[in-house]
């Protein structure tokens, strides 16, 4: 199972979309998701099964935040080459170098611990690790991103069409 094609079916990304989310507003405000939907459901502490109302609009910020903002300007943006590698990593990885391939599966894997504090956290409402474990899950992310644009503009000087900028 390819977990980074089944999450981009899960938010039914398609060229627009992408196009959209590679807005630098879309992907900086990407990084609201997970404290939202961390926050929403430690909430049940204070409203009980209400919390499941902003459960349900973190999940809604999350799918929507890759839709709501235009396409960008200019395509120099560290964010947006970032999200633009991130299409080519999911579409192109036949062509793209093993080093990149390997660090992006490593960066994946590094945030499972942070994941695992963070549900453990929010099982026990042990605050300290479900922010901690928040943080250790976000971080390799950051670092995830960095390797995008690295692969994005290895690709750009390679002279090759980034997908989805054919039709902007």
């Known amino acids: 199972m390819d977990?980074?094609?089944a999450a981009e079916r899960l938010m039914t990304m398609d060229d627009r979309a992408w196009l959209r989310h590679a807005n630098p507003w879309s992907g900086w405000t990407r990084f609201t998701g997970l404290p939202l939907l961390v926050l929403a459901i430690w909430s049940r502490v204070w409203v009980g099964w209400w919390s499941l109302l902003p459960v349900a609009l973190a999940v809604a910020w999350i799918w929507l935040n890759p839709?709501?903002?235009?396409?960008?300007?200019?395509?120099d943006h560290w964010m947006t080459r970032a999200v633009l590698g991130e299409r080519i990593f999911l579409t192109h990885r036949d062509g793209i170098a093993a080093h990149h391939l390997r660090a992006a599966h490593v960066l994946t894997w590094l945030s499972l611990p942070g994941l695992c504090l963070m549900g453990i956290g929010l099982g026990l409402l042990w605050w300290e690790g479900a922010v901690f474990g928040t943080i250790l899950t976000m971080l390799p992310k950051v670092w995830f991103c960095d390797r995008m644009v690295w692969i994005h503009d290895d690709w750009v000087r390679a002279g090759r069409a980034v997908p989805g900028r054919e039709s902007a």
């Open 3 to 5: 977990i980074y094609r």
């Open 67 to 75: 839709r709501v903002f235009g396409p960008p300007k200019v395509f």
